[in-house]
């Protein structure tokens, strides 16, 4: 199985560097893992969008879009539950 690349946004790597030196690290380690597998177990298509899924980290969300016809994930947005999906 190909590997994909993984592409992150301006605005995800704004989102990224203000949460806690924790939570940076499993983000960052999902993120990494997205390149084998694009949907891992618990991620979720978004209703209403083309190729955009979604994956939990913690009370956390990683919003993301698929483009499998080149191999390429990008990932949009970061951040709580309350703020991402705006």
């Not at 993120?31 to 978004?46: A, H, M, T, V």
């Not at 390429?72 to 709580?80: A, H, R």
């Given at each position: 199985?190909?590997?994909?690349?993984?592409?992150?946004?301006?605005?995800?790597?704004?989102?990224?560097?203000?949460?806690?030196?924790?939570?940076?690290?499993?983000?960052?380690?999902?993120?990494?893992?997205?390149?084998?597998?694009?949907?891992?177990?618990?991620?979720r298509k978004l209703?209403?969008?083309?190729?955009?899924?979604?994956?939990?980290?913690?009370?956390?969300?990683?919003?993301?879009?698929?483009?499998?016809?080149?191999?390429?994930?990008?990932?949009?947005?970061?951040?709580?539950?309350?703020?991402?999906?705006?």
């Amino acid at each position: 199985m190909a590997s994909y690349r993984v592409e992150v946004s301006a605005t995800a790597e704004r989102q990224i560097r203000k949460l806690s030196r924790q939570d940076q690290i499993r983000v960052l380690r999902i993120i990494q893992g997205l390149e084998s597998d694009p949907y891992p177990r618990g991620c979720r298509k978004l209703r209403g969008y083309g190729d955009v899924f979604r994956v939990r980290v913690g009370v956390h969300r990683i919003l993301y879009s698929v483009e499998a016809s080149r191999l390429l994930i990008i990932v949009l947005k970061v951040g709580q539950r309350k703020d991402v999906y705006r």
